[in-house]
Nanobody, 125 residues
Framework: QVQMVESGGDSVQAGESLRLSCTSS????????MGWFRQPPGKEREWVAFINAWGDETYYTDAVKGRFTISLEGAKNTLYLQMNDLLPDDTAMYYC??????????????????WGPGTRVTVSP
């Protein structure tokens, strides 16, 4: 089964930064619309950021606008999520996924596949 592999998660203090990475051995990521999602402890998975297949459109959930940046480096086949000014509310398991259904909302996890195992981000006050 084709899966993404996320990395870069860590335990940090509020105000610090992290950069998450996501890669695939099977998919060419700059040909895919991609999303970052997160699942806080005890809560459901939620959408964080989206980038289209051409890399010229990005969208963010309101909670991370101005602090997070999604980007893709085709030469390395790697998707990134730069996270600045982290808050305790950003504590979650973070996942990347490729959009596999295009007749639904881009912020709905049901329209994504090839989920990786995730990478954990913990932000202390």
């Amino acid at each position: 089964q084709v899966q993404m592999v996320e990395s870069g998660g860590d335990s940090v203090q509020a105000g610090e930064s992290l950069r998450l990475s996501c890669t695939s051995s099977f998919l060419t990521l700059n040909r895919e619309a991609m999303g970052w999602f997160r699942q806080p402890p005890g809560k459901e998975r939620e959408w964080v950021a989206f980038i289209n297949a051409w890399g010229d459109e990005t969208y963010y959930t309101d909670a991370v606008k101005g602090r997070f940046t999604i980007s893709l480096e085709g030469a390395k086949n790697t998707l990134y999520l730069q996270m600045n000014d982290l808050l305790p509310d950003d504590t979650a398991m973070y996942y990347c996924a490729a959009r596999v259904r295009y007749n639904g909302r881009f912020d709905d996890p049901i329209n994504y596949g090839h989920w990786g195992p995730g990478t954990r981000v913990t932000v202390s006050p």
